[in-house]
C-alpha cells in the first residue's frame, strides 16, 4: 500500500497512484476500482450553503442580512414581509401581527433611544458619505456613552452628531464641526456639549487634527491642480515645525496653505472662494497667509 497522501481526485482525469486504474467516487468518498486504495475520505463542497422554502429557481437565499452594529439588535430581528396575493381575513391577520411584533422588538427605553439615535446616525453617515466603518464605530460609542450613563439630560441628536464626529476624529477621517452641525437635527453647542462629554469620559484615543487631512477635499471643491495640493502639504509641513497652527483652526490653515500655494501657482483663486470652501471667513484665512509669507 502506497504512503502517498490522500488527495481529491477527479474521477475523470486522475489515476489511482498505486495501480493505475481508474478511481470512483460515491457518497464524498473517493475509491480505487480496481486495488481498493481510499484516495479521498472527505470531499468538501466549496459551492454556497443556499436554501429557500419559497422560490428555489428565483431566490436561493436561506440568510438574512450580515450583524450589524448600526441597529439595536444587531440586524437579529425577524421580519413580517408583505404579499399582494393574501386577501381579506389572513392579510388583516398579518398586519395585526407585523403591528404586535414592531412593539415587541422594542422592549425598554434604553432600546428606544438607541433606535432612534442610530436611525439618525445612518441618516448623517449617508449625508456625510461616511464609510461604514465609522457608522458602526458611531454606533458602539452611542453604546458605551448609555453604559456610562452620559446621555441623561442630554440631546438623543446632538449625541448621535457627536458620535460621528468622534468616529471621524479617531478615523482620521477629515469632517469639520459645521460639516456635521449643518447635517445634524442638533444644534452645535449640543453637539460639542456632547463631544466633551464622550472625549472626557470616555478617552477617545485623539488629538490635534492635521491641516493637511483637509486639503484633498478643498482642492477638489476649488478645482486645483495636484502641483497646487503638494505645494499646499509643504506649506502645512512648514506651518506645523514653525508652529503657526497651533491654537488655529485647522481648516483655517489648510485654507491658507491652498491660498498660498495657488497665488504661487498663479491659480485664479481668490481669498473668499478658498475661504467658502473652508468654511470660515477671509480675515481668519488672511492671518494664517501673512503669518506664512512672513519669512519670504
Not at 62 to 87: N, Q
Not at 142 to 156: A, M, P, T, V
Not at 229 to 256: D, H, L, M, Q, T
Request: hydrophobic content about 30%.
Amino acid at each position: 500500500m502506497s504512503d502517498a497522501p490522500a488527495a481529491d481526485v477527479d474521477s475523470t482525469t486522475n489515476a489511482c497512484p498505486e495501480c493505475g486504474g481508474r478511481p470512483k467516487t460515491s457518497r464524498g468518498e473517493t475509491v480505487c476500482g480496481d486495488c481498493g486504495l481510499v484516495l479521498s475520505e472527505y470531499r468538501v463542497d466549496h459551492g454556497p450553503e443556499w436554501r429557500t422554502f419559497a422560490d428555489d429557481d428565483t431566490d436561493p437565499r436561506r440568510t438574512g442580512a450580515p450583524l450589524t452594529r448600526s441597529r439595536h439588535d444587531r440586524g437579529l430581528s425577524t421580519e413580517i414581509g408583505r404579499s399582494t396575493r393574501v386577501k381579506g381575513r389572513k392579510r388583516r391577520q398579518l398586519a395585526r401581527m407585523r403591528r404586535q411584533h414592531t412593539r415587541a422588538r422594542i422592549s425598554s427605553k434604553r432600546e428606544r433611544n438607541q433606535v432612534y439615535a442610530f436611525t439618525e446616525i445612518r441618516r448623517l453617515t449617508s449625508v456625510l458619505s461616511l464609510p461604514d466603518r465609522i457608522r458602526d464605530h458611531a454606533c458602539s460609542l452611542f453604546r458605551s456613552s448609555q453604559s456610562e450613563d452620559l446621555i441623561r439630560g442630554r440631546s438623543l441628536e446632538g449625541f448621535a452628531a457627536a458620535c460621528v464626529y468622534a468616529a471621524c476624529r479617531v478615523a482620521g477621517v477629515s469632517r469639520t464641526v459645521d460639516e456635521v452641525a449643518n447635517a445634524a437635527k442638533a444644534t452645535e453647542s449640543e453637539q460639542t456639549a456632547a463631544y466633551d462629554a464622550i472625549n472626557r469620559e470616555l478617552g477617545l484615543p485623539v488629538g490635534p487634527i492635521d491641516p493637511a487631512e483637509y486639503l484633498p477635499r478643498f482642492a477638489s471643491r476649488l478645482d486645483l491642480s495636484g502641483d497646487v495640493e503638494r505645494r499646499a502639504r509643504e506649506y502645512a509641513a512648514e506651518a506645523e515645525a514653525r508652529g503657526i497652527s497651533v491654537g488655529r483652526n485647522p481648516s483655517g490653515v489648510a485654507a491658507a496653505c491652498l491660498y498660498t500655494a495657488g497665488r504661487d501657482a498663479g491659480a485664479d483663486l481668490t481669498q473668499r472662494d478658498a475661504a467658502d470652501a473652508a468654511g470660515i471667513t477671509p480675515v481668519t484665512l488672511r492671518s494664517t497667509y501673512q503669518d506664512l509669507r512672513s519669512d519670504e
